[in-house]
């Protein structure tokens, strides 16, 4: 897979199974192939700017990297914020600065395009009610989550920004910018921010060191999602999220950057409660940028700016050969989003069927070393995870306690284990330090010991030499109100894994005959739909119904709330 950054599409000719595309390739004068992520230049550089990852909450440098785990990991620099002083040139030690660097062009020749440009959230700035641009202390969803990240503006650390004090009453006001045409406001429901403002009211108690008074000021509660009423019952009974259905009237700064919320009740009642806090749940809507592009293309949008699309080819747009995913389809959260991708990707290849394989190119890896019968020599990475485990557990002595296991001759921690710089740093240290055993003290193996087995096979080492203790999921996430006892269980788990890791044997990939034909149970649309893309793509397909008649629930159905025909 080739990835292009910093980059948009500039023309589109051709048809399906034949694309020509033109792709601008803008500066980022750094030389991604060359910078090694070290952030000597964002060090040295005099010049500041305001963050726009941080949603304007801190400052960055002019040169820069957007957060600690972009792909690609390399610096660029902001030339209209940059004075040209050539302190970043002067200090690269890998020479990747490129003052010179100019826009450019690049041809591609694709059989098929996917759309997958998303959105961006409403500006809540000309809504009156919500006094938005009159204090700090009222601030958009996004502007939480950067708060309550570990890599954000505080380091996860809970502040309101008008004075840096920790919130004891935070509100949310949902629907800010969605089922409205006020100012600007969408008619449509946003669909996650529901759930969203229930997720950031019980991660805000968690984050919080003292009782935190959270309510959610809302119209309707809509947890529509698979176990999503489970949740928020949990938020209520469990945390003690108080809701509150409601229509706010207003919200109005008092005292020293406190809000007074002034709201109608279910009965009529009016009533105001003052808060140190209060966060606007704004909904989605479509950047210009990608109403821009849609034009380009010649894809048809919706009178919302979404991708115009039909019930029985929901990721398919208006122009065959291109489809679309997420949320440029329509408000949706993310498992809905990668449901789509899979669905636009599966198109795709049913399109491009007939020339599979023919621009495949292998991954060559390092030649494996035979470790076989060397003593172990164990190396250790202790992951902060952000706050998640490091604001629990102390990671610095669980550092220093696997120090002295046996057989460990290499021990350090990280902010973020997973990320792209570590990864590199951690095949760097294995070759050097002749590391033959690796023991990964992070978050869940679930999604992430493939990551780590590759940069073991990065590293020349056999990628079952490998243990991962799970000191988040099953550690800081369990007893985050008790460090002391987390910080002794993982010290536990970490010795465990070491121990493990000592008696760990390279093993050989065995290779077994793949049987290209899939049996799909159920002659429901799923089922259909499901069989007929895995035919198209030219699979063999076994479709078993129980009952005598293909259609499923479908066959009781007649129209669309569209006026389709389902029959």
Not at 20 to 40: E, F, S, W
Not at 122 to 129: K, V
Request: proline share 5%; net charge negative.
């Amino acid at each position: 897979m080739e990835v292009i950054t910093n980059s948009e599409i500039e023309k589109l000719e051709g048809e399906q199974g034949n694309f020509q595309i033109t792709l601008k390739n803008h500066p980022r004068y750094v030389d991604p192939a060359a910078c090694t992520g070290c952030g000597l230049c964002s060090q040295a550089c005099p010049v500041t700017a305001i963050n726009e990852f941080d949603c304007g909450l801190a400052q960055r440098s002019a040169a820069f990297i957007t957060y600690a785990q972009a792909v690609p990991l390399a610096y660029s620099i902001d030339r209209e914020r940059c004075i040209g002083c050539g302190l970043c040139e002067k200090i690269c030690l890998a020479g990747a600065v490129r003052y010179d660097d100019s826009p450019r062009e690049t041809q591609l020749h694709v059989g098929a395009v996917v759309l997958a440009t998303g959105s961006r959230t409403f500006d809540p700035s000309d809504l009156d009610t919500y006094r938005y641009t009159e204090s700090p202390n009222i601030i958009t969803s996004m502007e939480f989550e950067r708060i309550l990240s570990a890599s954000g503006p505080y380091m996860g650390h809970l502040m309101r920004p008008y004075d840096r004090e920790e919130p004891r009453k935070i509100a949310w006001i949902q629907c800010v910018g969605s089922r409205s045409r006020q100012n600007g406001a969408k008619p449509y429901c946003s669909s996650v921010c529901c759930m969203y403002a229930v997720k950031e009211a019980v991660i805000a108690k968690e984050h919080a060191h003292g009782d935190l008074d959270t309510a959610v000021f809302f119209m309707d509660m809509r947890t529509y999602g698979k176990e999503f009423e489970q949740y928020y019952d949990r938020a209520s009974r469990s945390h003690g999220v108080r809701f509150i259905r409601s229509r706010v009237h207003s919200v109005d700064p008092v005292g020293d950057g406190d809000l007074k919320i002034s709201y109608t009740e279910e009965n009529g009642e009016l009533n105001s409660e003052t808060f140190d806090l209060v966060v606007l749940s704004t909904g989605f809507e479509i950047s210009q940028a990608s109403v821009d592009l849609a034009r380009k293309l010649g894809v048809d949008l919706d009178e919302n700016r979404f991708a115009k699309t039909e019930s029985f080819r929901p990721v398919a747009t208006s122009v065959p050969g291109i489809y679309v995913c997420g949320a440029l389809q329509g408000p949706k959260d993310i498992p809905q989003s990668v449901t789509e991708a899979s669905a636009a990707a599966a198109l795709s290849g049913a399109l491009l069927s007939g020339s599979r394989w023919n621009e495949c190119r292998e991954v060559i890896m390092p030649e494996e070393s035979n470790v076989k019968g060397e003593p172990p020599r164990i190396g250790v990475f202790v992951c902060h995870c952000g706050i998640n485990i490091g604001g629990v557990v102390d990671v610095p002595a669980v550092r220093d306690y696997a120090r002295t296991l046996p057989y460990v001759v290499y021990v350090e921690d990280n902010l973020y284990t997973c990320s792209q710089d570590t990864q590199i740093k951690m095949a760097e240290v294995i070759r050097e330090q002749g590391i033959n055993r690796v023991v990964v003290a992070a978050c869940t193996p679930k999604t992430h010991e493939p990551l780590f087995q590759e940069t073991l096979q990065n590293a020349g080492l056999n990628k079952y030499l490998f243990e991962m203790a799970n000191i988040r999921n099953q550690d800081s996430w369990v007893h985050g109100k008790d460090p002391r006892s987390a910080t002794e269980k993982a010290k536990d788990l970490v010795r465990m894994a070491a121990a493990k890791a000592a008696i760990l044997e390279p093993l050989p990939e065995t290779e077994l005959e793949l049987n290209p034909v899939t049996m799909v149970i159920g002659g429901g649309a799923a089922g259909l739909t499901a069989a007929e893309n895995l035919a198209d793509q030219g699979y063999d397909v076994h479709l078993v119904e129980r009952s005598a008649e293909l259609g499923g629930q479908a066959r009781f159905l007649y129209k669309t709330w569209r006026g389709e025909d389902i029959q």
